[in-house]
Nanobody
Framework: QLQLVESGGGLVQPGGSLRLSCVASGFTLNYYAIGWFRQAPGKEREWVSCVSSAGNTNYVDSVKGRFTISRDNAKNTVYLQMNNLKPEDTAVYYC??????????????????WGQGTQVIVSS
């Protein structure tokens, strides 16, 4: 069974940090681009970041310089390090996987496999 499981969410004060993890089971992440998305209450799901199978990364402008995505293929895991968190980062965060023809690109778009999400709350 192909599955993605996120973890690492929680409650943090503004300016704090969290590291989210996305672990794959039932398939290897090596050949997949992995994206992180988030959905805040009452808002549409938003693409946040992605890492291509070759390790190239992209970010939405609102998180550039604060979030870092990385992958550890040996652990079949992708991480999202989130620093200097702001209240507007509060959302459920999801990871997703998709195969692309090129290993060097990634971005928003249609992802095939999704995790169940992990809640991030940024509040004082």
């Amino acid at each position: 069974q192909l599955q993605l499981v996120e973890s690492g969410g929680g409650l943090v004060q503004p300016g704090g940090s969290l590291r989210l993890s996305c672990v794959a089971s039932g398939f290897t992440l090596n050949y997949y681009a992995i994206g992180w998305f988030r959905q805040a209450p009452g808002k549409e799901r938003e693409w946040v970041s992605c890492v291509s199978s070759a390790g190239n990364t992209n970010y939405v402008d609102s998180v550039k310089g604060r979030f870092t995505i990385s992958r550890d293929n040996a652990k079949n895991t992708v991480y999202l390090q989130m620093n200097n968190l702001k209240p507007e980062d509060t959302a459920v965060y999801y990871c997703a996987a998709r195969r692309l023809a090129s290993p060097y690109v990634c971005g928003p778009g249609e992802y095939r496999y999704w995790g169940q999400g992990t809640q991030v709350i940024v509040s004082s």
